[in-house]
């Protein structure tokens, strides 16, 4: 007899251990939040994302890294592709060294923006029985590294690829 294959339930990391918050909470929130999840001596970030719930506690949207980062000035991401110049060149141009200064007098006042503004959509999510492959296929396809994971049509967790590469190696004996 063959051990059943794991499925998504296996592998959920409960909703109250994974970060979230509400939309009309702020990105200062979602700092400490994010800031809340580490581990080890050097507090090392568990999650790179958390998720948004709107006030009927239905999942509506995401929050990565990198949308945090965004926000605190859109200087950084629309610097243009700079082509080269006498003996000069690189992707990116020399004012982002000339606005560090502004850049760092200007983040703080950034901490009341709601998430609301900056949340990404959630395109996916994962049911609890689905197989792993299943979620696997739906976690690479979309280039992604955490799913929610639903019961009917409330969010009971998460699932991340972390999770899924130790049980899918495990399971192959890798």
Not at 107 to 121: D, E, H, Q, R
Request: glycine fraction near 6%; include cysteine; charge should be negative.
């Amino acid at each position: 007899m063959t051990a059943s294959k794991p499925i998504a339930r296996d592998l959920v990391i409960p909703l109250d251990k994974f970060p979230h918050l509400q939309e009309t909470d702020t990105l200062h929130d979602a700092v400490k939040t994010l800031l809340s999840f580490t581990c080890g001596e050097s507090e090392r970030l568990l999650y790179s994302e958390l998720f948004v719930l709107n006030d009927q506690q239905q999942l509506v949207g995401r929050v990565a890294l990198q949308d945090m980062l965004k926000t605190l000035d859109k200087r950084l991401v629309e610097i243009p592709k700079v082509e080269r110049f006498e003996g000069k060149g690189g992707e990116y141009s020399n004012l982002a060294i000339l606005w560090e200064e502004s850049f760092f007098l200007e983040c703080a006042k950034k901490k009341g923006t709601p998430l609301k503004i900056i949340m990404n959509p959630v395109n996916r999510v994962a049911k609890e029985d689905d197989s792993l492959v299943k979620v696997l296929s739906m976690l690479l396809h979309g280039d992604e590294l955490v799913l929610p994971v639903i019961n009917d049509a409330s969010v009971t967790g998460f699932i991340r690829l972390e999770e899924i590469f130790k049980a899918v190696c495990g399971y192959c004996k890798l």
